[in-house]
């Protein structure tokens, strides 16, 4: 089992930027490409940035590409996403969510993924 927690949503202007960041405890956490996802009310969940395992190769949805950037610490069992440039259309509830495969892809399909944390709110206002 993987336990994982959210942290740093809140409320910010457009334009501004926020840094999440996912703790992971369990298992091992160098053996798990992680996820990005976010869920607006009314929507479906999307894909928003993917990392795996050795931090070597990421993916980006286009809508985020060039704003938002997804990071990890081994060492530190820690994932991030660093958002600048927000829109009001990022607001959302984010989630990260592990994928237990130590390979070179960065999965964009949310069916790939284990372990989902309860998510933390972005805001941004217009």
């Known amino acids: 089992q993987v336990q994982l927690v959210e942290s740093g949503g809140g409320l910010v202007q457009a334009g501004g930027s926020l840094r999440l960041s996912c703790a992971a405890s369990g298992r091992t956490f160098s053996n798990y490409g992680m996820g990005w996802f976010r869920q607006a009310p009314g929507k479906e969940r999307e894909f928003v940035a993917a990392i795996n395992w050795s931090g070597g190769r990421t993916s980006y949805a286009d809508s985020v590409r060039g704003r938002f950037s997804i990071s990890r610490d081994n060492a530190k069992n820690t994932v991030y996403l660093q958002m600048n440039s927000l829109k009001p259309e990022d607001t959302a509830v984010y989630h990260c969510?592990?994928?237990?495969?130590?390979?070179?892809?960065?999965?964009?399909?949310?069916?790939?993924?284990?372990?989902w944390g309860q998510g933390t709110q972005v805001t941004v206002s217009s």
């Open positions: 969510a592990a994928d237990y495969r130590r390979d070179a892809i960065a999965r964009t399909w949310d069916t790939a993924y284990d372990y």
